[in-house]
């Protein structure tokens, strides 16, 4: 677990001189010369950020070889040094088809970053620069093409390029909110540490120390601020304030969507029997839609560690009925995630990290990204045990989603045909990275738990005994 | 909940479905591969009078046959019908060590299927298996084995040595614990609705409703004239119902370190004497199983033996949640979670239910005693589960539960039994305790996989049809006698 996540504390003390560590290599012309400590608006967490662009035909092969070897060599890719980067909790890049054979590929870039925009683009340039110019010299309109590097005074228009093709999302969940990168892999490490300090001391460390938890308590503090100082001194900083969830949060998340709603609702009667015509006369995909190789091609690329990712496209049924259902459900969702589901689960299910669903080709294409924890088939599995309702509601206006009775009733409870259908529409994904990849949504919450409890000695002996047992 | 009995067609259905015939002790399995198809074949036909089916309460010698996607396609089903499988069951066990697979199930290291005995790439593909059981000290046993050898002989020939399986004494395994109690009631299986709410009987039985409320997709073939004489066609009518009544069966022979497993609990046990406390270690032990050796649950009776829970299966977690009593990653919570799993106790239980399995396999190996020291002998376990998903079932227990190091809110914990122990991502086994738990670190693996595939379990119809010397087609004469052409042509 602390492989990717010990030099980190050691580069992150270097890199304020603009020093690079010497085992990665030569750099590119800017980061070298920035010499800038990345410093991140604390106050900002868990950002979504999605970009897609149109991918020039020539160099599409080009493209998905770069970041498929980037991709299946994460730690030691050179291009951009993963591990370096501050602002990213997940990000990935997928080539997406085209919609009609015609059609130009596109490139997909979907992030969840800390700090501002422009701090994440600059962090990404900075231990980057190399891989962000040779990804998107393979797309089209990119003013740099011609360059073999991108020179200092360029590097604001490579960044607009990426920002004018920056897309919002039609739903959005937080698995962990209020939580930087660099918390996150601070309250790990200190929780790796106390472990290793106890598991040091015996299989039964409690005898050790004459059964008095006080006496523990104290010896655990005095290890970690031998041994971990910086991290402990590093609990003091500010965090994100949780986002404001009053009543009056909540109106002014809705308000701009009742006029658009609210001359609907004399016609809800005629909408929903149009719904439901339609629910009977579309054709579901049958079970045996998934191609071997494909499946195949998926589970390859999957559980290697405990956290897995998942790329979902499928087109939208055709007709603004369809459209303008699925966003205005995608609209719900996101309240729901913002103001309801905001403790880290979401109906009950507790193993994603980042999920979010955009709309591509004008409304036409309906695309997934998540960042979950877990084996494809328990998270599939845990969706049709608990939360199939949501699921259904989106995608049963999709194609060939199984069939569907009033938007959310029967579709994902077909356990079957859901699961085939989903992996059928599931799209590979050439890079993906994850800042703590061994991390599960559980763990994260309850390190910092553990890390409260260092921040302020728990106050009663049963607040005592309680947090020892959270080890 | 339901309450109405669903009516099982148990004439239909191999009696291994009902039982794995406990007074039956010597037990035998032949893995075999097919020669020759035509006479593989008439072989079949022969044997169908011998085969076991039905729910019995008494019974004499007992017989069962199961066949694999390369024994299926030898014994002449075409690839489409192949194709109606499920993918998993096509690739079967057979994969190189570094496909998904074998990541997933934790055969890496020693278990990798390249080091197996039988049944992993490379080796000649197990196209039958043959299952004889008979009672104990039965002296014609032997005889009984010796004439079905020469029955198929030039038809079939073994590809791996037998495996002869025998029963310890109070149904313990060979570490020393009473094992087997826990064991789905199938929905339909007595003739009366029982307390113990019965589990779907599609779950573990095609044909018949799934916990989902819908009928698994069951494996099909073309309606040739010989598949309407046998099989039922499809709702659609222009398939037969080859998988109705039968079941997917995965068979894993499970090498047991017995030796090294107590002397790594005796090791644990150290005082700072550093003298062994035997009653410690096996402390140790059952909180890594869940269960004291005599087969009463920790929840029951967390701080020592009582036997007079050995056959309780009635229990569950609700007082147990942080698992003071059974810790959360010990061996028979993390197969069955019951109602631990959150959200909520109701839909952890509904989640559960959808991932049985039913156990039917046996030991093999001479016992070793407690802390003896390592014999030199093998010894082990020759698991065998029956589900109509494997993925959802055999494969989602053993990944999602057995390994997974983040089960139920773990951080590093793999199952200390049976675990894979990948260093730096298990190895260790977390004992709740208040007010500070006890940990034991750098855990090695006692059970290694040395041999397994999926095999399938046909109805009394499937295996008419199968049997039947008019269904092999023509075109389909090559027979699959390398592993590596089997694969291919039949996940092609």
């Avoid at chain 1, 106390?194 to 938890?213: K, M, T, V």
């Avoid at chain 1, 999957?302 to 990712?309: A, K, L, R």
């Avoid at chain 1, 969706?383 to 009733?409: C, E, I, M, Y």
């Avoid at chain 2, 002869?164 to 109070?170: E, K, M, Q």
């Amino acid at each position: 677990m602390g492989n990717s996540v010990q030099p980190l504390a050691e580069k992150a003390k270097r890199t304020g001189s603009g020093e690079r560590p010497a085992e990665r290599g030569p750099t590119s012309a800017v980061s070298a010369k920035s010499g800038r400590v990345l410093a991140l608006d604390p106050t900002l967490a868990g950002n979504a950020l999605t970009i897609v662009r149109t991918v020039l035909p020539a160099r599409k092969a080009e493209l998905v070889d770069l970041l498929t070897r980037m991709g299946t060599n994460i730690d030691t890719t050179t291009e951009m040094v993963f591990d370096a980067l501050e602002s990213v909790h997940f990000m990935r890049w997928v080539v997406i088809e085209g919609a009609t054979p015609e059609a130009p590929a596109q490139l997909a870039f979907e992030s969840n970053y800390d700090g501002t925009l422009t701090q994440h683009l600059a962090d990404l340039y900075e231990h980057g620069a190399r891989a962000m110019h040779a990804i998107y010299r393979c797309c089209a309109g990119y003013p740099f093409a011609a360059v073999p590097e991108l020179a200092q005074d360029q590097l604001d228009g490579a960044q607009s390029f990426l920002i004018a093709g920056k897309i919002e999302y039609e739903a959005f969940y937080v698995g962990r909110r209020g939580k930087t990168a660099r918390r996150i892999k601070i309250e790990s490490r200190l929780r790796d540490g106390i472990e290793r300090y106890l598991d040091g001391i015996g299989s039964d460390p409690l005898r050790h120390f004459a059964n008095d938890p006080e006496l523990v308590y104290a010896a655990i503090v005095d290890q970690l601020k031998e041994k971990q100082l910086a991290d402990i001194q590093a609990l003091s900083e500010p965090e994100p304030a949780a986002p404001r969830q009053s009543a009056a949060a909540l109106v002014k998340h809705v308000l701009p969507i009742v006029p658009l709603v609210l001359p609907l609702l004399p016609l809800l009667p005629g909408l929903l029997a149009i719904l439901r015509f339609k629910e009977r006369t579309d054709v579901p995909e049958s079970y045996d839609v998934v191609p071997p190789e494909q499946a195949r091609l998926l589970a390859e690329r999957e559980d290697f560690q405990v956290q897995n990712q998942l790329t979902h496209l499928v087109a939208v049924k055709p007709g603004p009925f369809r459209l303008l259902t699925a966003r205005v459900v995608l609209y719900a969702i996101t309240t729901l995630a913002r103001f309801i589901y905001n403790q880290g689960d979401l109906g009950g299910l507790s193993t994603i990290h980042y999920a979010r669903w955009v709309l591509i080709d004008g409304g036409k294409r309906l695309l997934f990204f998540s960042n979950y924890d877990g084996s494809w088939e328990r998270y599939l599995g845990d969706f049709v045990d608990q939360a199939h309702k949501g699921l259904t509601s989106v995608w049963s206006n999709t194609q060939g989603f199984p069939r569907t009775r009033w938007l959310l009733k029967d579709g994902a409870t077909d356990e079957e045909n859901f699961k085939a259908w989903t992996r059928a529409h599931q799209i590979p994904t050439q890079l993906w990275y994850s800042a703590y990849k061994h991390l599960t949504v559980p763990n994260i919450g309850r390190n910092g738990h553990i890390c409260a409890g260092l921040v302020e000695k728990p106050a009663t002996r049963e607040a005592l005994e309680r947090w020892l047992e959270l080890l | 909940m339901q309450t109405n009995v669903v009516n099982l067609q148990k004439d239909e259905i191999q009696g291994l479905v009902f039982t794995g015939y406990p007074k039956n002790e010597a037990g035998i399995y032949l893995l075999l591969g097919v020669i020759d198809r035509v006479s593989a074949r008439a072989w079949l036909r022969s044997l169908l009078n011998e085969v076991t089916f039905g729910e019995l309460r008494e019974y004499g010698a007992t017989l069962n046959v199961a066949l694999s996607a390369p024994g299926l396609s030898a014994l002449g089903l075409d690839l489409a019908s192949l194709a109606t499988f499920p993918l998993e069951f096509r690739e079967g066990l057979r994969e190189g060590d570094e496909s998904y697979r074998p990541r997933i199930l934790g055969d890496v290291g020693d278990s990798a299927p390249s080091k197996w005995l039988w049944g992993g790439p490379g080796k000649p593909p197990v196209h039958v298996l043959l299952m004889l059981y008979g009672p104990k000290n039965d002296p014609s046993f032997s005889a009984r084995v010796a004439a079905h050898r020469a029955r198929f002989a030039g038809a079939l020939a073994e590809v791996a040595a037998p495996i002869d399986t025998i029963s310890l004494p109070d149904r313990r395994e060979h570490f020393g614990f009473a094992d087997g109690i826990a064991q789905s009631r199938i929905e339909g299986q007595s003739p009366r609705p029982d307390a113990n709410d019965p589990v779907k009987a599609g779950e573990f039985l095609f044909g018949y409703d799934n916990e989902f409320g819908k009928r698994p997709s069951s494996p099909t073939v073309a309606a040739s004239p010989s598949a309407r004489q046998h099989l039922e066609l499809t709702d659609e009518g222009d398939r037969a119902d080859f998988g109705k009544n039968g079941t997917f069966m995965v068979v894993r022979q499970l090498e047991q370190d017995v030796a090294r497993f107590w002397s790594s609990m005796a090791e644990y046990s150290k005082s700072s004497t550093g003298a062994v406390d035997e009653s410690q270690a096996i402390w140790l032990a059952s909180k890594c199983v869940g269960r004291w050796p005599s087969g009463a649950p920790l929840v029951r009776s967390p701080d020592k033996d009582d036997p007079a829970w050995q056959n309780d299966n009635e229990f569950d977690y609700r007082d147990d949640s942080q698992g003071f009593k059974c810790p959360i990653g010990a061996h028979i919570r993390k197969a069955n979670p019951r109602d631990s799993l959150e959200p909520s106790r109701d839909l952890s239980l509904i989640a559960t239910r959808r991932r049985r399995i039913l156990r039917r396999g046996r030991a093999y190996g001479a016992p070793l005693a407690m802390f003896a020291g390592d014999d030199g002998q093998k010894r082990g376990l020759v698991f065998i589960c029956l589900n109509t998903n494997i993925r959802r079932q055999f494969e989602f227990i053993q990944q999602s539960w057995l390994n997974n190091e983040k089960f139920a809110g773990l951080y590093e914990d793999q199952d200390p039994v049976v675990g894979d122990q990948t260093p730096g991502y298990g190895a260790t086994f977390t004992i709740p305790a208040r007010p500070l738990r006890r940990r034991l670190v750098g855990l090695e693996r006692f059970v290694q996989v040395r041999g397994g595939e999926y095999f399938f379990l046909p109805s009394k119809s499937a295996l008419g049809f199968l049997s039947e010397p008019s269904s092999v087609k023509a075109t389909d004469d090559r027979i699959a006698t390398s592993a590596r052409n089997g694969a291919a042509e039949i996940t092609a």
